[in-house]
């Protein structure tokens, strides 16, 4: 019988590295952050904690049983109200509780649910979970960890409430709380400082950056799949595919299905590690032998899963980091800053993309976008680049300064008509400083500029104020 969790397969030294940080936090009575691009496996390392018993009891081998873990997938919430994210926290507290047969503290905590629900008042949810987080940590002993899957998508519409929230629910708990948001970038570089600046102390600093490669992951995930297809791959295409994809999780999970699914039976493969062919010398198909010449990277760039796949790993950078990652696969040197947050995720080290595969979709320009401005959308309160709706990964601040700036091209705007633009539904203006201004103008160069330290869209001009130019 199939267990209902995939994670809880794995062996338990899977990600052991990057769950030992976790954990160390989590022991301190703090938060932390679990970083890494798309696809590169943040989900899974969540998941593990949660469903695997093997990996808690492997890190927990004292306290495993008094340490509950609550995935919350917030891309099932990313565009909701503060609310709906409470009644869904809530609820995830409530189901993980009766998934672990833990029917005594399920009952108490299910019946605080719906008590809350009952009032329809935010307030009256909002005292009922910090009394669950309460009735759990201070009467039962257990420390309760919030895994927040897929935090990013939250993050256009996250304000200050939930991060007050979190600080009470962990005042509540006496320490007996934390929370691992899983992101693809720190959420100090993300974020106003004012929004989580409640919760600061037990989050900021705390980064676990993911590793591409985990190699007991990897070993574990193409045995699943040949015992599922009941196909072997040779262990030289084995090791040329895991030198293509680094390592990434979803990359390399993709490239194997895209291999096994195939009609092509491949019965050998010459691969010279001197000059990297990569050829396929001889395949056999419908029972009749034929020779071709394709590269391994050709064929694996024909599966749509392995293309979107490193979509997703381009689209999740910034521009500027865009540029510099096309700018090495053509033989140039990385000159920027951009390169440290590229260490830090292992796409890059030694001044080497470490994904030969997205190199090489870098280097044939598969995502080259030209010049596309940017457009504030009325009827749909979006701002679009092309296609792309880009207003999905900016915060309010930036959306309303944006959208501000695309609807007066080309003025110099004063610096105090912004500020009563930007933070007119807060009650006062009076404590916005200029430099808040400045560091919201900094994050957002970030994510439209190619280069945010030489602007051509946002500008700043000296004693007047700022400017878009289209």
């Known amino acids: 019988m199939q267990p209902k969790y995939f994670e809880s397969l794995y062996p338990e030294n899977s990600r052991d590295s990057e769950i030992e940080q976790l954990v160390s936090y989590i022991k301190e009575g703090n938060s932390s952050q679990l970083i890494g691009v798309s696809g590169s496996g943040r989900s899974n390392v969540l998941g593990l904690l949660s469903y695997n018993s093997g990996v808690r009891l492997r890190h927990f081998p004292l306290h495993h049983g008094i340490v509950h873990f609550v995935m919350v997938n917030f891309s099932e919430i990313k565009k909701r109200p503060y609310i709906e994210v409470v009644k869904f926290i809530f609820l995830s507290l409530d189901s993980s509780l009766r998934e672990r047969g833990m029917q005594e503290e399920y009952e108490k905590v299910d019946g605080l649910f719906k008590e809350g629900l009952s009032y329809g008042d935010e307030l009256v949810l909002t005292q009922r979970l910090k009394s669950a987080i309460e009735y759990l940590a201070v009467e039962k002993k257990l420390t309760i960890i919030f895994l927040f899957n897929q935090f990013e998508e939250y993050l256009p519409q996250v304000d200050d409430d939930l991060f007050i929230l979190l600080r009470s629910l ?163 040197v990385f000159s920027s800053s951009e390169e440290a947050y590229l260490q830090r995720v292992g796409l890059i080290a030694n001044g080497e993309i470490k994904i030969p595969l997205f190199a090489k979709a870098l280097q044939e320009k598969l995502f080259k976008e030209g010049s596309v401005q940017l457009i504030y959308d009325e009827t749909t309160n ?89």
């Open 382 to 470: 979006t701002i679009k680049k092309g296609e792309a709706i880009i207003s999905d990964m900016l915060t309010k601040a930036e959306f309303k300064l944006l959208r501000y700036l695309l609807l007066h091209p080309g003025e110099v705007l004063e610096r105090e008509t912004i500020i009563g633009s930007v933070w007119q539904e807060d009650k006062t203006i009076q404590g916005i400083s200029e430099q808040a201004l400045d560091q919201l103008i900094f994050r957002l160069r970030r994510k439209i500029e190619q280069d945010p330290n030489v602007p051509i869209h946002l500008q700043t001009i000296k004693g007047r104020g700022i400017k878009y130019n289209p």
């Open 170 to 332: 962990r005042d509540r708990a006496k320490y007996r709380f934390s929370v691992i948001f899983s992101v693809c970038r720190p959420i100090e570089d993300s974020l106003e400082p004012e929004i989580y600046g409640q919760f600061s102390d037990f989050l900021v600093g705390h980064a676990v950056y993911l590793k591409l490669y985990d190699q007991p992951s990897v070993l574990f995930r193409t045995e699943y799949l040949e015992k599922l297809t009941n196909k072997k791959l040779p262990e030289v295409m084995k090791k040329e595919l895991l030198r293509l994809t680094g390592g990434h999780m979803r990359l390399i999970k993709n490239s194997t299905e895209a291999m096994l699914a195939s009609k092509i039976n491949i019965t050998s493969v010459i691969s010279s590690a001197n000059e990297r062919s990569n050829k396929i010398s001889h395949v056999v198909r419908n029972d009749k032998d034929i020779r071709i010449e394709d590269r391994l990277e050709a064929f694996l760039f024909t599966s749509s899963a392995v293309r979107s796949t490193l979509r997703s790993i381009y689209d999740s950078l910034a521009p500027a980091e865009q540029i510099e990652l096309v700018g090495s696969s053509q033989g140039l």
